[in-house]
Nanobody
Framework: QMQLVESGGGLVQAGGSLRLSCAAS????????MGWFRQAPGKERKCVAV????????YYTDSVQGRFTISRDNVKNTVYLEMNDLTADDTAVYYC????????????????WGQGTQVTVSS
């Protein structure tokens, strides 16, 4: 099994920035593509960013592209989500996920999941 632990969430003012971290353990980190998902109250969980095993390919949903950056450190076994120019619409629980490939993570299925970290943006 793989364990994923998110951190870095909190309360931030609109226009501000946060960096989320997800520490992975239990499996070989480089075997997995990684993603960030978020779920706001009353909404479905949505994939917001994905990064390939090597870190050379990334995906962003349209609403965050240009503001968020996903990255990974394969030495520290950690994936990050840097979030800039935050708005109230970014308020959600953010989940880290791991899957066998880039496309698999995009589907949201057959993934390992972290426990989530709350991001609240005040306007």
């Amino acid at each position: 099994q793989m364990q994923l632990v998110e951190s870095g969430g909190g309360l931030v003012q609109a226009g501000g920035s946060l960096r989320l971290s997800c520490a992975a353990s239990g499996r070989t980190f480089t075997d997995y593509a990684m993603g960030w998902f978020r779920q706001a109250p009353g909404k479905e969980r949505k994939c917001v960013a994905v990064i390939s095993r090597s870190g050379t390919s990334t995906y962003y949903t349209d609403s965050v592209q240009g503001r968020f950056t996903i990255s990974r450190d394969n030495v520290k076994n950690t994936v990050y989500l840097e979030m800039n120019d935050l708005t109230a619409d970014d308020t959600a629980v953010y989940y880290c996920a791991a899957g066998s490939g880039y496309g698999v993570v995009l589907t949201g299925h057959d993934l390992y999941w972290g426990q989530g970290t709350q991001v609240t943006v005040s306007s």
